[in-house]
């Protein structure tokens, strides 16, 4: 017996369209990852791009449980002396809805150039719409995630 090794050539992309209103911050984007990284797809290897793209509608209407609105805070630093910054997931909501997504999924994905290619093929939007329409053919269908 041989081990099977995925080739470049046989990677296809299919697009995945998530509605994210009223789903559980945490568990939807480890779902979100999984799709992104290929884990779903029977030729998944770990050193291989061999994800689909991914879009988010909704993403201002996530929800979280407990009190994490108000406890759950996000660091950035500027790179200057009291450069640290934070911000409440609360605040985050109302000011950049899709950055809360982004932040949660780039954590789930590999620390590397891998992980941030893997990123780019996540396309976050706060509602309804998306200019993705002629990619997402009627063929792959929506990707729902439960």
């Given at each position: 017996m041989r081990t099977y090794?995925?080739?470049?050539s046989e990677?296809?992309?299919?697009?995945?369209?998530?509605?994210?209103?009223?789903?559980?911050?945490g568990?939807?984007?480890s779902q979100i990852a999984r799709l992104l990284m290929g884990k779903?797809?029977?030729?998944?290897?770990?050193?291989?791009?061999?994800?689909?793209?991914?879009?988010?509608?909704?993403a201002a209407k996530v929800r979280v449980?407990?009190?994490?609105?108000?406890?759950?805070i996000y660091y950035r630093h500027s790179g200057y002396p009291e450069g640290l910054r934070?911000?409440?997931y609360a605040?985050?909501?109302?000011?950049?809805?899709?950055?809360?997504?982004?932040h949660a999924v780039k954590g789930m994905l590999p620390k590397n150039r891998l992980?941030?290619?893997m990123l780019k093929k996540l396309k976050v939007y706060e509602g309804e719409s998306h200019p993705h329409k002629p990619q997402v053919s009627t063929e792959t269908g929506r990707g729902e995630v439960s």
């Open positions: 090794r995925t080739k470049v990677i296809e992309r299919k697009w995945h369209i998530i509605d994210a209103e009223g789903k559980i911050l568990r939807l984007c779903h797809k029977p030729i998944y290897s770990p050193h291989l791009d061999t994800g689909d793209y991914v879009i988010v509608l909704n449980t407990g009190r994490k609105a108000q406890q759950k934070s911000i409440t605040e985050m909501m109302k000011t950049h809805p899709t950055r809360a997504i982004e992980g941030a290619r």
